[in-house]
């Protein structure tokens, strides 16, 4: 599993993608809080925070992880290799897991440059410093949940279909959906009381939750059933070929 979680990293990194991944999110994520003049611009909000990059980051990651994921099952698929793949001494969990693991690194080495915004603003605050980092800390490893969340999702989409453009749309359209969609739906106040429950099904809410600093077994057990359910999606999609 490790020898097949270096050749993920390293088919990463020795090509565009992982670069132009880590270049897009940065860009974007940059011209917000530095440059646009918009209500998450550090500099015109004149308040020592990062909640902007909080905000931005997962519409970001929303489509730059199925770009990643994309081509995890779908591109072994058309070219023929999953065959040859699943014929290695490894198990599915183990493709599966190397293959996931390898896109949520990807995405680590995406968040771990914003680090520089922070100590930008640590410096900016007034007095230098008066920044708050717990809910900073909070936010950021509610980030690279959601992202993991995100990555767990386009690779099941890309297990189901060997089209690359295909795998990335559905892994758009299922995000967006359990990222915002149950949000959408609890604010039509269709369900009464249990529209609390409703949105606690989406992703935004535990995130939010991971925002504040707080750091609550709930959102994080949400997360990992999240991420186990879709990986056993993958697992199950995969299986199929024996049927």
Wanted: proline share 2%; charged share 10%; hydrophobic share 55%.
């Amino acid at each position: 599993m490790y020898a097949l979680f270096k050749k993920e990293i390293s088919s990463f990194l020795s090509s565009l993608t992982g670069y132009l991944v880590m270049a897009v999110f940065l860009l974007i994520n940059g011209l917000f809080l530095w440059i646009f003049s918009t209500e998450f611009n550090v500099l015109d909000f004149g308040y020592a925070s990062l909640d902007g990059l909080f905000i931005i980051a997962p519409y970001v990651f929303l489509f730059l992880v199925p770009a990643i994921t994309m081509r995890s099952f779908a591109d072994e698929r058309k070219t023929g290799t999953i065959e040859l793949l699943l014929t290695k001494p490894l198990t599915d969990n183990h493709i599966i897991l190397a293959k996931f693991l390898a896109s949520v690194m990807l995405v680590l080495f995406s968040l771990i440059p914003t680090l520089i915004y922070y100590l930008s603003i640590y410096q900016l605050g007034l007095p230098p410093g008066n920044i708050d980092s717990g809910g900073m800390w909070g936010s950021y490893i509610g980030l690279l949940f959601l992202g993991a969340s995100f990555v767990a999702i386009g690779i099941f989409s890309s297990s189901i279909t060997d089209n690359q453009i295909l795998s990335f749309i559905l892994a758009v359209v299922l995000s967006g959906f359990l990222y915002i969609g149950f949000e959408f739906i609890y604010s039509l106040s269709l369900f009464g009381r249990f529209d609390l429950f409703i949105k606690q099904l989406g992703i935004s809410a535990h995130y939010a939750s991971m925002s504040r600093g707080v750091i609550d077994s709930r959102d994080v057990i949400y997360f990992v059933s999240l991420i186990v359910l879709f990986i056993s999606f993958t697992k199950l999609s995969l299986s199929s070929r024996k049927w």
